[in-house]
């Protein structure tokens, strides 16, 4: 078995709540490894016991050939988590926060050093070194946080959404970041609700939903299977969008009506519009685009809001 | 354990910051408190007590005293913030730490500051001409023991609680008493029964009285052991308690 993670029938129950439900799970070396879904999916429960953080409540689970339940701190020496919300220490310097961190490890102080002063370079924080952390910009303190979980030059680095709460700068430099390991041969984890997130940095992924994985695949795999190839977005000048779908129907493989539009999904979007217009409808604005990750992600996991 | 050494090193890295101030505080603290009580107060008391002078009989109480107040405020908010606001216990708990590292390392650190705190009131207080016996060393240890029998249970306390308006509860309704009738200003003997028996049952007492036999050179007797069997028990209880609760919270 050289799955660097493997688990099967993995189950987390808090009191009655089943959080994670029975799932299969297997990561290989060097790949990016996704965890889609919506709150409450599963995904930070499954994180954290990778992160061996979190005993799990029933099933198999094997993090680099060993068991979380028994042999945690070793399992641990050689991850490295980057958490939901940062959790460095605001009062010290960046550079403190690193070298008290991997000092945690068992690393030499001396190595400490030279390991932190490297990855400041590698997420550019390399000049704020001496600051403090407390006035650090959010995208700076993700990147910070990155950084530390590489401190012990880890085989495996669990990343519970990278970007959320990051502006779109930010957010680019941290995946630019993220690829880069990735390329360096990296194995990277991750959990995230955004879909462009997943489709630049994840091989594989899975989607969760209520506790189970509901798909499985690399992005192009899933978009084969659960969407089409292209959607038209029309939009028609009327309070009910939903008079229309009748006058729809044939256009593509599937036609789904929102509060605010219609969207067709078919093979070829432009074909599908020139149709839209022969049968003499005329929305009010049309777009066709390429499916996406979240055409998907909707599909499989609904559109109902989850608080 | 060597992991928890590492712990008790981020601590002190995070010390370092403040320990200017910290230590300046440490002994303004004590040179006010013996201005104020032992001479202030020591001035009203001119029969002294038990035989000698006030401010002799006050100095190991308050030196005590000032042993818990430490410990007590070194186990309260800096550990709700370690769960809650900063949630350094999370960032340890991901790294190769086990439960008693992170909870040795930070109990460490906070004895380290309860020892910096009694032995500069015992400075301040040899400067005083407070000290009547060599033994006066003796209350290092015992405030090391006095403090241990309080950070352990009342950082399981605040590892229990779920927001920091309990901490203040528990100085008003704990830490304060505690202060009053365990014999610091003056003696238990005459508190009503009730509040002796309350003092007895504390651990501050038993710092109180071990450390006044240590600055006055006086025979603790045989009790002293049972004294210092009963601080343990607390230190080890609170171990216990506060190793339970840190795992709660920390593996869920």
Redesign the interface.
Known sequence: MNSLIHARGLIKRFGDFTAVDGIDVDVRPGEAFGFLGPNGAGKSSTMRMIGCVSPPSGGVLRILGMDPRRDGPAIRARLGVCPQLDNLDPELTVLENLVTYARFFGIPRRVARARAAELLDFVQLGERAGSRVEPLSGGMKRRLTIARAMVNEPDLVLLDEPTTGLDPQARHLVWERLFRLKQQGVTLVLTTHYMDEAEQLCDRLVVMDGGRIVAEGSPRELIGAHSTREVVELRFPTDDQGTYAGKLEGIGERVEVLPDRVLLYVADGDGALAEVHRRSLSPSSSLVRRSSLEDVFLRLTGRTLVD | M??SV??L??HL??YR?TWRASVFSSLVLPLLTMLGFGLGVGGFVTGGVDGVSYLEWMVPGLIASTAAQVAVAEATWPVMSCFTW???Y?????????IGDILGGHLAFMLFRVAVSAAAFLLVAFGFGALRSGWAVAVLPISLLLGAALVAPVAAYTASVSSDSYLAILMRFAVLPMSLFSGVFFPVDSLPTVLRWVAWALPLWHGVDLSRAATLGLDPGPGAVWQVLYLLAWAVGGWFLASWRYRRR???
């Not at chain 2, 999370?90 to 086990?98: V, Y």
């Open positions: 060597i992991p590492h712990v090193e981020y890295v995070n910051r900063v949630k350094t999370f960032a340890q708990a991901a790294a190769p730490l086990r920390l593996v869920i």
